[in-house]
């Protein structure tokens, strides 16, 4: 039986047997609540997966990369994190026609090692736009095309990273018991780490990223009501020079290394407010977020268009349990990705700066949604 | 004060949104369970999320926000039922009806059996961990994991079937060790 349920959710019943068990279903309870069991180990299986893949830990010596963008190191960031979006992906070249795809594809087949490596390095200059038509490829049957594929695919994402970064990070806030006893320059309590905001420091919960999943439909309306919801009660900016500038006259705020970090008046992607807020100075845990009027909101906006390089959201755990958080983090983490997505935002992934695994991290992002041939 | 007005609706907007955080592991469930397709049931989930947030006003506080949204999936079901090719003997109303008594009973929250899993997956290695990976963070199908990993479609789906139970198994134990 147990067999029968777990092939049900995987969806690979012979023909006739889920029939039998829709009739089995309707009469036998135990066995509804057996499948629903079953069921909630998938979802729970779905987010903690991803999860521990995300906050696999980083060697103590090496500082993560996502850690990297606190002391905004260009270098670091270039290697640690992927990227895209309207202004980091290359413009649109002009594109190779499918066929051509088919058949530098074929040609990484060949018994010829010289046009097996012309065919590899032309597929390496392929657009990221175009890219998806290399995405099939990556499952090959052929062991030889397929690997060859998988480089041609970290070759053209790798070529992106020369360019500036955007990255948008969640984090967990510690609860106001931890912040309460600690004092800046100690050392965090296991779990925390210390990160600076304007003068002081906070407490944040580590990994910063928690968990990706996918989201899909009107997520910029769901990641507007999470954050005034209260989950979502700290957002971080790092803007241009011009930004930073900006909002240091605007709002009073340090800037440190040329990134600005205190809460603002409205979340924006690339100029769109996708929810608006007012700065709480003194609140328990760093600045908080509550929701501002529409003047407040566009003055910040209208100082930062154009300017915004870095967002980070952060997830406070003051109005949950820490055990809680782990669902608010995880939750968010998906819908604010889609929704940056979603309005044509640039985001990040961490990448392991020593191996990354562009392959990997492309796979992500598809599976949240991105859609490269919408890039410019 | 209009803005004051805005921030009632939204406080009521948020409390919903904030209450699908919460609950979705069990509402991810019984979509799982009534579809039989991960994929599927994250984007009738998200459906839902959507519903849910635009219909707040049709929620009264204080009462069971679990089977509200879950009647609103039983809703998206039906829907999907009719426009799914597959076949549909799982999807009949009378199938949701058992599974919705089931998940009322069901509906303490997951945190525990959360904890134990996490900590179950972190002491996992090897094929097991990989076809783990590959299942629920690639999102790939079993005969797409057996080519991954160079397998049969049956040797890739034992494998899964291992490793599912090994962590079932771990996650029963580490329950029963922390009452």
Redesign the interface.
Known sequence: MN?RL?R?????LE?GE??R??QE??GD?AL??E????????????????A??VAAPAPKSEPSPRWRILSMTAAALAFGLIFYGILVAPRATPAAPQDEFARQIEKLGSADPAEREAALETLKKTPIAKLPALERHL?S?DAEVRSRVHEAVAAALRSALARPVVKVELRALAPGTLSKGWKKGQKAPDGYEAVPMGEDEILVATPAVIAR???????V??AE??V????ATQVQFAATGEGDTALEKMLGGSGQNGIVRMGVGAVLADGRVIARCRVLKGREGGWGLM?A?KEEAGRVESALKGTLKTVAFAVTAE??DA??A???R???SGMLDRAAIDAGMRVSLPLDAKAPDFV?AW?ALR?LGWRPEAVR | MM?LE??AD?DR??????L???H???L???L??AV????DA??LL??V??AA?RSWEQFTPGTNFLAWAREIARRRVLEYAKASR??A??L?P??LA??E???R??DDP??R???A??EC??GMGGHARRV??L?????LS?D?IA??IGKTVQSA?AL??RA?AA??DCAARRLEATP
């Open positions: 067999d777990e049900a959710l995987d969806g690979t023909e889920d029939a068990l829709a279903l309707k309870p509804a609540r499948l629903l069991d079953r069921a909630r180990d998938e979802a729970l299986l779905r987010e903690l997966v991803p521990a893949r499952d049957p999943e996918q989201v899909k439909a009107d997520s309306k769901l009501a999470a005034s919801s209260g989950a929701p009027t109005r949950a055990a809680k782990d669902d608010v995880a939750a968010l990997a796979r599976r | 803005a805005v921030d939204a907007m948020a409390e919903v949104a904030a699908l955080v919460k979705r592991v069990p991810l469930a019984y799982i369970a039989r397709d991960g994929n994250e984007d998200q459906e999320s959507m947030v597959k076949a003997a799982l009949d009378e199938v058992a599974l008594a089931a998940a009973e069901a997951p945190d059996r959360r904890d899993l996490r997956l972190a783990l990976d299942r629920y963070a690639e999102g079993v797409r080519h991954a789906y899964l079937k599912r962590l079932r």
